[in-house]
């Protein structure tokens, strides 16, 4: 739509000196403003140079010269055309380049070290199981804590709610009564991890000495 304003005939006159303040708005003035703006902030010299590569692109430039136009100034639509002139230039060469530009400095890479790939997976896709396990007052699970479980290697208490809390547990953790676990076991691990817990509910942390495997009992 700003396009509309532009007299195609008027552009070969201007041409020339649009591409002369293009090149000294891309190598000098550019280059200064990012430079003063960067002061104070870390802000490295490739990225400098890649933040002085983009120029004037976009609708924003055209409407700022259509200001001059507004308010009846003297040679304000020649500028309005240089400016014209400028942006498809630039959005030409920079903007296809802004990606090769991007690579030659090197700072694609750095950018993609910085993000984290966050997904959420659901369980039966990565072969896990997830079980709640609650703590009646009964039970011998009351006072143990996580080290004492010995769990198979594919599984773990990842979270304890107490209460009202929320409890990510490490191996000093101590269970107690009322507590609801969520454990997150290898669904080919989740029988074993079954009768290792039963087995502490009824007979404590010496399970295994005692003789108790766990088994359901009728």
């Known amino acids: 739509m700003l396009g509309l304003l532009v007299y195609p005939r008027e552009i070969p006159e201007v041409l020339v000196p ?27 010299l490739r990225e400098q140079v890649f933040f002085s590569w983009a120029g004037l692109r976009g609708a924003v430039p055209i409407v700022l010269a259509t200001i001059p ?7 304000a639509w020649p500028i309005l055309h240089m400016v014209f002139v400028l942006v498809v230039v630039f959005t030409l060469l920079q903007g296809t380049t802004l990606p090769w530009v991007a690579s030659r400095l ?11 790939e966050v997904e959420v997976a659901v369980l039966d896709e990565m072969a896990a199981d997830l079980m709640t396990v609650d703590v009646p007052e009964a039970s011998r699970l009351s006072g143990v804590y996580i080290a004492d479980l010995r769990l198979p290697p594919a599984s773990m208490v990842s979270l304890i709610i107490r209460e009202t809390n929320r409890i990510v547990p ?8 009322g507590d ?26 010496l399970a295994g000495w005692f003789g108790d495997d766990g088994a359901e009992r009728p």
């Open 18 to 44: 649009a591409l002369l303040v293009g090149i000294v708005l891309l190598a000098v003035a550019r280059p200064i403003s990012v430079a003063i703006a960067s002061l104070g902030r870390r802000v490295t």
């Open 180 to 205: 609801q676990l969520l454990v997150v076991v290898a669904s080919d691990q989740r029988e074993a991890t079954e009768r290792r817990l039963r087995a502490v509910a009824r007979s404590g942390r």
């Open 170 to 177: 490490d191996r000093a953790t101590m269970i107690r009564t």
């Open 69 to 75: 136009i507004s308010n009846g100034l003297d040679g």
């Open 106 to 116: 090197r700072l694609t890479g750095s950018a993609q070290t910085r993000d984290l």
